[in-house]
């Protein structure tokens, strides 16, 4: 069973530009959460989806940034306009339907580094 | 809101020792999850251990165990007989018990074991 996959593993954009942060949750798993990780920090929530739903979006950024998880493919952080700011490690986690959260399984995270 | 302190941002072990690791908590909620995540260079999540806290027993997970001190909201991490591959950024995470509920984490410890 493949665990969560995101890809791409590194990403490297200008100011200005749009980043779109691709995450695959494990087989069976249709809650996906967003975290990101500012450098020398931990994880902070921005989003949990389920399949075409956003449940919890308390800790995304009001401008610039959405998610979404489609009935199919994977779910998508999208970063418009991005800003030396926006440079961190974006983890997902995927956790099965109607199972405590606690069951929340991590992909290898995404480096976005603006320039 | 729930906050997770770790104020012990780097320590270091000798090879084969034991260490522990402090993490404090601030909840008004009952029902919850405590956590250990280990995040090596390669920047994955690795579940170290949990911990429910309706338990008063203390988790443990072959050389890593927790000392849970629910009223002191106190939750440490003892690392026995430290081994090379321990080092890394280790990770305190509450979640709220139920389902669709995000991690909160601490700022990290970034342990060095030394041969």
Not at chain 1, 45 to 53: P, S
Not at chain 1, 69 to 84: A, D, H, N, T
Not at chain 2, 32 to 51: A, C, E, N, T
Request: glycine share 6%.
């Amino acid at each position: 069973n493949a665990g969560v996959m995101q890809n791409p593993r590194h990403l490297v954009r200008r100011r200005g530009q749009e980043a779109r942060l691709r995450c695959s949750p494990m087989k069976g798993h249709s809650h996906v959460y967003w975290y990101r990780q500012l450098p020398e920090e931990g994880l902070k929530f921005m989003v949990y989806l389920q399949k075409e739903n956003i449940i919890d979006e308390s800790g995304m950024p009001k401008e610039r940034f959405s998610a979404e998880f489609p009935k199919e493919g994977p779910s998508i952080l999208r970063i418009q306009q991005v800003v030396r700011g926006d440079s961190a490690a974006y983890f997902c986690a995927s956790s099965p339907p109607a199972r405590t959260s606690y069951e929340q399984y991590f992909g290898p995270g995404t480096r976005l580094t603006v320039t | 809101a729930q906050t997770v302190t770790q104020s012990q941002p780097e320590m270091s072990v000798q090879e084969a020792e034991t260490v522990t690791l402090s993490c404090t908590y601030d909840t008004s909620e009952n029902n919850y999850y405590l956590f250990w995540y280990k995040q090596p260079p390669s920047r994955q999540m690795i579940l170290v251990i949990r911990q429910e806290a309706y338990k008063q027993q203390n988790a443990t997970e072959n050389r890593f165990s927790v000392n849970f001190q629910k009223a002191a909201k106190s939750f440490s991490l003892k690392i026995s007989d430290s081994q090379l591959g321990d080092t890394a950024m280790y990770f305190c995470a509450f979640m709220k018990h139920g389902t669709g509920n995000q991690f909160y984490f601490g700022t990290g410890t970034s342990l060095t074991v030394i041969p």
